[in-house]
């Protein structure tokens, strides 16, 4: 049964299954897996005989792990088959976090290559592989943790509550976290168990090496090359595409999503000598054997590329695969298979950047990638210390010459980085995998200071920006209606803007997420308008309330006549579909009042005011600043 364990070294909480106790638990196994938990141990209980052992917190959880397997197995209809799938899932999670969770040496492996769980007759075995993952005391576990965890909380069932048998207000937070991670892994199973048929059949693994057995393939090539003095390429493929699929459509999509462009690229680009494997859920590596030179590399690439242009189907769904290629030659770059792969990461990364979306690795990939480490280090830091901040930048109200509206703004000044900007702190933030957090913070706090605004006497509307990503989060809307609820917030109040890039690609999400939140009375906007990707279709179909125009076309408007044609249009094209217009950029009062000329609702910009703090909008306010400067009369 499980036992309690603590670091002395990092003060950590560990608690892991013992394998050789917990193989003799008693657990049924029949051919159908409905039932994993003996009657001698109740789903919320364990037997007298072991009364002693639950009043643990960690015995009552492993009580909940069994009875959630077995919920699990009952609810989706899982069999034995299920669990060999999800061992593919387990490697992805130790491959994304290897420093973090650590299967004991050939444990998982043995245990779903065993014979006997091809015929469901040996539970206890998989069991004994789950309770094997074990917590790293020494790599900072929570926060980790945290992040990874929270990538999959769409995949939650109502076993969760039997997972957290355990009195939680005696549990340490080191605990909770790793019961949390325990779930996630049977969440996963939980998706993958319900899986859709494809094409006539059950959506198989991947038919691809996997980290470690990759790594043995491409040690081996490596020792030959050498040998032979040949040189050897390594093509690292990011997939852009695949977490987008997963949040939006599922894990088992995204799979089948990987498994369409394995076929694509064995069919059409690949030599026979050429090895494919995968390092990661949406990363492929290539090994090319035997090239004559680092060219060979990059038109390799290039043909990749090529292939994988065309968009992939995926049931009523299209997705192009947004790939991006990483290059690196034996032994230019690397003459061992991990400082090879990882350098190969480095470059792929920089090719998402790069116009041919290939880049061959070059030293200062490294160095970009520790300054990405180290402002995702501090960023996490703001989070846990809450040390962001919030600005406001004030909209003047063409009716009432007051404020009218204010754009919130994320501020963060940073004691080792100094002031870093909005966009370098989102874009941070999504690399990190912190988006999630960082939009929950800026609204919850933003809402809480609106509050406190109205309390002032100050009540405008608020305006609020949200990503792609963070708009597609299943339990969005429910955060923004708690955070309204918990503040006292009107709806109608808050103005929800998002890029036109997030309404640029498939429309049936997004509109699901905009439906959610026009029922709770939000407004919502779309920002910079005309400067990204989207149609004047997607505009019309989607339930906006309002346009703003961007500061790129604004600021020049009056010397630029492109620029003053294109704002004329948009505020037309806003008028025609029925939205109210904010215009942003207003560098002087000539610009200001040619706008509000033209029918703009708000106009905020340099010469309305800079963007201030929360205690500098109410001072701002009572000094009667407004359009009286602007000489109305003139209008």
Not at 170 to 187: D, G, I, P, S
Request: net charge neutral.
């Amino acid at each position: 049964m499980p036992r309690a364990i603590r670091s002395g070294r990092s003060g950590y909480s560990i608690w892991r299954m013992n394998p050789r106790r917990r193989r003799g638990c008693p657990i049924a196994s029949n051919a159908r897996w409905s039932r994993a938990v003996s009657p001698s141990i109740p789903p919320n209980s364990s037997s007298e005989t072991d009364a002693a052992v639950t009043d643990s917190a960690a015995e009552q959880a492993a009580v909940g792990l069994h009875a959630l397997i077995a919920r699990l197995a009952e609810e989706f209809n899982a069999g034995p088959d299920t669990f060999v799938r999800v061992a593919a899932v387990f490697r992805d999670v130790q491959e994304r976090a290897p420093d973090l969770f650590v299967p004991a040496a050939g444990v998982l492996a043995a245990a779903f290559a065993a014979p006997a769980i091809a015929d469901g007759q040996d539970v206890a075995t998989i069991h004994a592989a789950l309770g094997e993952w074990a917590l790293d005391a020494e790599g900072e576990p929570l926060e980790r943790m945290r992040r990874d965890c929270q990538r999959f909380q769409d995949a939650m069932t109502r076993g969760t509550l039997r997972l957290y048998a355990a009195d939680q207000a005696q549990c340490t937070e080191n605990l909770l976290a790793l019961q949390r991670f325990n779930f996630l892994q049977l969440a996963l199973l939980a998706s993958l168990a319900a899986r859709s048929q494809e094409e006539g059949g059950v959506v198989r693994t991947l038919p691809t090496p996997e980290y470690a057995a990759f790594m043995e393939i491409f040690r081996a090539a490596i020792e030959s090359h050498r040998q032979e003095g040949k040189q050897l390429g390594l093509l690292v493929l990011q997939i852009g595409k695949v977490e987008q699929i997963d949040r939006q459509l599922g894990l088992q999509k995204g799979e089948a999503f990987m498994l369409r462009i394995t076929r694509r690229m064995r069919e059409g680009v690949l030599r026979k000598q050429d090895q494919l494997g995968r390092v990661s859920r949406d990363q492929f590596v290539c090994l090319l054997p035997r090239i004559a030179g680092e060219g060979v590399a990059i038109l390799a690439a290039n043909k990749v590329l090529g292939a994988l242009g065309v968009p992939i189907p995926i049931g009523d769904h299209t997705f192009d695969t947004d790939a991006a290629i990483g290059i690196v030659v034996y032994p230019d770059h690397g003459t061992d298979p991990q400082t090879l792969v990882r350098n190969a990461k480095l470059a792929a990364r920089a090719a998402r950047d790069a116009p041919g979306r290939t880049a061959v690795y070059d030293p200062v990939h490294g160095e970009s990638e520790e300054r990405q480490m180290r402002y995702e280090t501090r960023l996490r830091h703001a989070l846990e210390q809450n040390t962001l901040g919030l600005i406001f930048e004030p909209q003047l109200d063409a009716q009432s010459g007051r404020i009218g509206g204010l754009e919130c703004t994320l501020h963060w000044i940073d004691e080792q980085l100094g002031e870093v900007s909005e966009a370098r702190a989102l874009e941070t933030a999504e690399t990190a995998g912190l988006m999630r957090e960082v939009t929950w913070w800026i609204f919850n706090n933003a809402l809480r200071q609106s509050a406190e605004f109205a309390r002032a006497g100050l009540q405008c509307k608020l305006g609020l920006k949200v990503s792609a990503s963070g708009l597609l989060q299943s339990d969005f809307p429910e955060f923004v209606d708690r955070a309204l609820r918990t503040w006292g917030v009107p709806p109608g109040r808050v103005v929800i803007g998002v890029h036109e890039t997030a309404i640029a690609g498939e429309l049936a999400p997004v509109k699901d997420a905009f439906t959610r939140l026009k029922r709770l009375g939000l407004r919502l906007g779309i920002v910079d308008f005309a400067t990204g990707a989207s149609s004047l279709s997607n505009l019309a179909q989607l339930p906006f309330d309002e346009l703003q125009l961007s500061a790129a076309f604004v600021h020049d408007m009056q010397r630029s006549e492109l620029h003053g044609k294109l704002v004329r249009a948009l505020v037309r094209l806003a008028r025609d579909l029925g939205l109210q217009v904010t215009a942003e950029g207003a560098r002087d009062g000539e610009t200001v009042v040619a706008l509000l000329g033209l029918g703009c609702e708000r106009v905020q910009g340099p010469h309305v005011s800079l963007p201030l703090t929360a205690e500098d909008i109410l001072s701002f306010e009572k000094s009667g600043a407004g359009l009286a400067k602007l000489r109305l009369s003139d209008l």
